[in-house]
């Protein structure tokens, strides 16, 4: 019952000149994704960088269990988990609210009450339970363009969350002005 991750998406905003980057690292099915993703996030993630997530809680638990169970990556791992933001925090405790939010505080309620343009309606693959079956789906697709299609479809899903996160934090700063 161990969560594996086994893909993940960065959008990194590079001060002063706020210059947006992107990286992502999705697995290659059916060996453990955990020690070339670790030294992958290792690499990309800078150890003093201040990270934005949508529920810390969560993504902290993952870098923990990774620290815990790939010792020499420890000091690394932790020092990051420790750097992390909750995102999420000002729309479940409600200092943030619109109706189009419907009651919910998920980053899917939350991004398109806040900025229309953006949604996860028109991507194939719309959130991480349905990416994780869909990841396991890999191993046993015997066609190159149907796999290229759904490690495609994995990406962008993933991509549209951090870039979700950016888009939030940037409306966040419109409304404190």
Request: hydrophobic residues 40%; contains cysteine.
């Amino acid at each position: 019952y161990q969560q594996i991750p086994f893909q993940y998406s960065i959008h990194l905003l590079n001060s002063p000149f706020d210059i947006l980057s992107h990286y992502e690292f999705l697995a290659i099915e059916g060996k453990d994704p955990r020690e070339t993703l670790i030294k992958e996030l290792i690499k990309t993630i800078p150890d003093h960088a201040c990270i934005v997530v949508y529920n810390k809680r969560f993504e902290e638990s993952i870098l923990l269990d990774l620290a815990e169970q790939f010792p020499k990556y420890s000091d690394e791992l932790k020092k990051r988990a420790k750097h992390m933001i909750d995102l999420m925090i000002p729309f479940k405790n409600r200092d943030i609210y619109t109706a189009d939010m419907k009651g919910s505080y998920s980053i899917k309620a939350t991004l398109p009450a806040l900025v229309p343009e953006l949604s996860y309606d028109d991507l194939t693959i719309n959130n991480g339970g349905i990416a994780t079956l869909k990841y396991q789906e890999l191993a046993t697709i015997n066609s190159a363009d149907e796999k290229q299609q759904l490690k495609e479809a994995l990406l962008e899903d993933c991509k549209q969350d951090t870039y979700a996160m950016v888009k939030l934090v940037e409306a966040l700063q419109k409304l404190l002005k």
